[in-house]
């Protein structure tokens, strides 16, 4: 006989549930969800000494021609290997966004994100090791060319601070995609 324990039961019943429910809001109410689209980024760069990876989905909502709003998540990961100083650093990062999109034109786009990362980083020589951890806040302001579902351009990190930030600049390009 099998047993199953009764926290998993718990957890089935649990998300069942909530399934459930949000097929019947849909299907209730088609509009809100033909208003939402789903889109983000994936990216990857790599030299002989570095490696960054970052996946990051979002979705949206269309209020109207002109403005739409969404949050996003994020997960990235770094490498970075130096022979000189024989040091190794490694850094994770992973949070969350509020995104508001404004479109004066069809073709031109104005962009403001908010983005709260948590950053770990693990610094290892051959005498010490130091890790650091902390969440890091930037404020995003953006204009790009839209065209269909794919937008690209330049943000500026109005918060952005050269000690702290996981990013090499406060400018930063970007390419979007929302289907």
């Known amino acids: 006989?099998?047993?199953?324990?009764?926290?998993?039961?718990?957890?089935?019943?649990?998300?069942?549930?909530?399934?459930?429910?949000?097929?019947?809001?849909?299907?209730?109410?088609?509009?809100?969800?033909s208003k939402v689209r789903f889109g983000g980024n994936i990216g990857i760069g790599f030299t002989n000494d570095t490696f960054n990876a970052v996946i990051a989905p979002a979705a949206i909502y269309d209020f109207n021609p002109w403005f739409s709003g969404g949050v996003g998540l994020s997960f990235g990961y770094s490498?970075?290997?130096?022979?000189?100083?024989?040091?190794?650093?490694?850094?994770?990062?992973?949070?969350?966004?509020?995104?508001?999109?404004?479109?004066?034109?069809?073709?031109?786009?104005?962009?403001?994100?908010?983005?709260?990362?948590?950053?770990?980083?693990?610094?290892?020589?051959?005498?010490?090791?130091?890790?650091?951890?902390?969440?890091?806040?930037?404020?995003?302001?953006?204009?790009?060319?839209?065209?269909?579902f794919v937008s690209f351009g330049i943000r500026y990190d109005v918060l952005y601070d050269d000690d702290k930030s996981i990013y090499g600049s406060a400018y930063a390009p970007f390419v979007r995609v929302f289907f």
């Open 79 to 148: 490498t970075f290997d130096d022979d000189v100083f024989n040091e190794e650093r490694r850094s994770t990062n992973y949070g969350a966004s509020l995104i508001g999109l404004f479109n004066p034109i069809p073709e031109f786009q104005l962009s403001a994100e908010f983005e709260q990362m948590g950053v770990s980083q693990r610094i290892e020589t051959t005498n010490q090791t130091f890790t650091d951890d902390y969440w890091y806040p930037a404020l995003f302001l953006g204009a790009g060319y839209r065209t269909g």
């Open 1 to 33: 006989m099998i047993m199953i324990p009764f926290q998993n039961i718990k957890s089935f019943v649990l998300v069942s549930f909530v399934l459930f429910s949000l097929q019947n809001i849909s299907a209730q109410n088609e509009n809100f969800w």
